[in-house]
RNA sequence: UGGCGGGUAGUUCAACGGCAGAACGCCUGACUUUGGAUCAGGAGAAUGCAGGUUCGAAUCCUGCCCCGCCAGCCA
């Protein structure tokens, strides 16, 4: 151990300390790659980035940058039938939006095609590649099992000369879909499975998004990984605990080539899981597919074009990424972890607005009215944001008929109830204090509440100096802007789906999303961007759909202390 | 079944041979024009199990147990 550490405070250097962070400052002190770092986030354009990319990206990106390195975008597109340029563009967005841009134009590894097939010609030549004319049936059976040696092929020692010309053939599209591979020639013997004569290419007449007809033979994952790194200049080629089995092979081909730069290494992380929630393409795109969601960026799922719909704050998802570290522990981190970062943030940065998701009215029978008759408006000033005093005050109308909640009010109120009921008095947020004088039934139903109101309590506090135990919000029935609320909760009820019966569809929540049409919010609210994120008052917080003026997600809900009172009391 | 990786408060991490800590969650209280925010305090762990080395072990060694990954022409 170095007691001549870096200095704490230095990017890099002090600070967060784990596993990945021991072994990059030790080969910066050592000199490897001459105390470069370079990285790579490098996805599938196959599908849309979610949060467990996340993580993977403020790694890429943040490692390099507490280094004095940079990260590249390279997109891993070695497999046309599932790629596409819609992808493509979809990411570059995502990643931006996260708040992260590549020094370098996006790069893809479908650039090295090239490169790729005049190193594999080098590895036929130097006998440690052949082409294995068996189909994918039999030369999965021949790789034998755990604990099993797989069977060499028979074509494993056929002439140099004759693999060259056969792939040649392959390459030029002269031989059909699946009639042969080219294989690395390692040990069929091999403990680790991906050394048993591996495949590089496969034969695909399918047209890929950005090389379109031009290639027939696609590298596989493993032939084109490492060298697309070691092309690149990647010092370190960090991935998730899955491919720590590939690591040998990785290692393998590398050995076999002429470097242009550093040897890249491969480092393996444990990929973010979160409960309730899933967080694989393939599992996402069946909830799609199925239209359990609306679609890719419905507010409910994970994907970073959900968590944006929904109104999650990319500062947020990046110090929730940063706080959680990095392990090599499989782990499942709680939700609730991630909203507080979200909650954190708002607070922080939001205004407030107030807003009545299930409107009751109230009427102020004391209220004055003006010579005509008609009630007077009075216009309170509250302000935007009580964290921050810097973004100024609105101007609220209020009158003499109010929505309230309707959950604000009750004719029974069990204990520690504090808002109204039948003769208490409550404060109406930034405006005055009202008491409790009766109420309205209709059909067993409470449809309307009778107050009375201080006018010497304007702006909010009694020049007697009484207290109240509870402040309610209110909309002015006559001002009120009419809203559509989406209140979301998990989209699967299980803490990990699927865990019971092995499909997470059978721990899907029926009761994940609820509209409510029927909102009114203070005129205010009309003015609110696409995309913005407001906190209702006592209620959370919500974003602004970016294509539906009036719709309303709630991202998250405000610390609720008397819901908890309630769950304790069952 | 062979190989590899991993097991520390409820959860996620820290502690790198020297007093097991933090955050989130939970509980109490203070404060408060959001039952929010903020502040203070508290409960909560024989570090998977069993041995061993050592003055001293979560940390080193041995054996066992449990979890994850690997037998695609996916990545």
Not at 17 to 26: G, S
Not at 155 to 167: I, Q, T, Y
Not at 268 to 287: D, I, N, Q
Request: with cysteine; glycine share 10%.
């Amino acid at each position: 151990m170095s007691d001549a550490g870096p200095d704490p405070g230095e990017p890099g250097a002090g600070g967060a300390r784990d596993f990945l962070r021991d072994e990059i400052r030790r080969d910066v002190e050592s000199g490897l790659d001459g105390g470069r770092v370079q990285t790579r986030f490098p996805p599938e354009p196959n599908g849309y980035l979610h949060i467990g990319h996340a993580k993977a990206i403020c790694l890429d990106f943040g490692l390099a940058e507490e280094f004095g390195g940079s990260c590249n975008l390279r997109f891993d597109d070695t497999n046309p039938d599932a790629e596409d340029t819609e992808y493509v563009e979809a990411i570059i967005e995502d990643l931006a939006w996260l708040g992260f841009t590549s020094a370098r134009p996006p790069l893809f590894a479908s650039d090295y095609f090239g490169q790729l097939a005049e190193w594999a010609e080098s590895l036929i030549e130097r006998g440690l590649a052949y082409v294995d004319e068996q189909d994918g049936e039999t030369i999965s059976a021949q790789r034998g099992g755990f604990g099993r040696p797989g069977i060499e092929s028979p074509h494993r020692d056929r002439p140099v000369g004759e693999s060259l010309e056969l792939f040649g053939r392959m390459r030029r599209g002269e031989l059909a879909d699946g009639s042969c591979v080219l294989r690395a020639r390692i040990d069929m013997q091999s403990d680790v499975m991906q050394l048993r004569d591996p495949v590089m290419y496969r034969i695909r007449h399918a047209t890929h998004h950005r090389t379109g007809d031009e290639w027939v033979v696609y590298p596989t994952y493993d032939w084109a990984h490492g060298q697309s790194d070691a092309i690149e200049g990647v010092t370190h080629s960090l991935c998730t605990l899955e491919f720590d089995s590939h690591r040998p092979l990785y290692d393998w081909f590398l050995d076999q080539l002429p470097l242009p730069h550093g040897r890249p290494r491969q480092r393996e992380f444990a990929r973010l899981e979160l409960t309730h929630t899933v967080t694989s393409k393939r599992r996402l795109a069946t909830l799609v597919a199925d239209g359990v969601v609306d679609g890719w960026d419905d507010p409910r799922l994970p994907t970073l074009r959900g968590l944006r719909r929904r109104g999650y704050p990319p500062a947020a998802i990046r110090e929730f990424c940063d706080f959680i570290g990095v392990a090599r522990t499989n782990s499942r981190h709680e939700i609730e972890l991630l909203e507080s970062f979200v909650r954190r943030e708002l607070n922080a940065t939001a205004q407030r607005r107030m807003v009545v998701l299930r409107p009751l009215l109230l009427t102020i029978t004391n209220w004055p009215v003006d010579d005509e008759g008609s009630p007077l408006v009075v216009d309170v000033e509250v302000p935007n944001n009580p964290e921050d005093p810097g973004d100024g005050t609105r101007s609220v109308p209020c009158s003499g008929r109010l929505w309230i909640e309707a959950e604000d009010f009750m004719a029974e109120p069990p204990p520690r109830y504090h808002r109204l009921t039948p003769g208490r008095e409550v404060r109406l947020r930034g405006a005055f204090y009202v008491t409790c004088t009766g109420f309205r039934e209709e059909a067993g139903r409470v449809v309307e509440v009778e107050c009375t109101y201080d006018p010497a309590t304007r702006g909010g506090s009694a020049p007697d100096g009484r207290k109240v135990k509870s402040t309610i919000h209110w909309v002015s029935v006559e001002h009120a802007v009419p809203v559509q609320v989406a209140l979301y909760e998990r989209l699967f009820s299980a803490e990990v789906p699927g865990e019971a019966t092995g499909d997470p569809l059978d721990d899907l929540n029926p009761d994940s999303r609820e509209l409510l049409d029927h909102c009114r919010a203070e005129p205010e609210v009309a003015a609110t961007e696409p995309g913005q994120v407001l906190q209702f008052e006592r209620l959370g917080y919500f974003a602004h759909d970016p294509r539906i003026p009036g719709l309303f997600h709630r991202t998250v809900g405000l610390r609720d202390e008397w819901a908890n009172i309630q769950k304790r009391r069952g």
